[in-house]
């Protein structure tokens, strides 16, 4: 497919999609803060409670990655 292999395919779908996704995760977590009229601190405790787990899965990739190349 285009000269690139099912490994390269995966790999761009992983970095890519799955960065597009957790960008469309916080989009949603705004997009709650704003319907729920939840003010300056309701938005924070929803961007740590609901972010924190986006976080971590980033941080993960990171780690694997610094680790790795170590």
């Known amino acids: 497919m285009g000269g ?13 999609g799955v960065g597009a996704f957790m960008l469309y995760m916080v ?3 705004a ?9 300056k601190f309701g938005t924070f ?11 971590g899965f980033a941080l993960k990739g990171l780690i694997k990655w610094f680790l790795g190349a170590a």
Do not use: H
């Not at 690139?4 to 890519?16: D, M, R, V, Y």
């Not at 803060?33 to 003010?39: C, D, F, M, T, V």
């Not at 405790?45 to 986006?54: K, M």
């Open 45 to 55: 405790v929803l961007f740590l409670a609901l972010g924190f787990g986006l976080l």
């Open 31 to 39: 997009q709650l803060a704003r319907e729920s009229k939840a003010g």
């Open 4 to 16: 690139f292999t099912e490994e390269q395919i995966a790999q761009f779908g992983l970095t890519f």
């Open 27 to 29: 989009f949603i977590i």
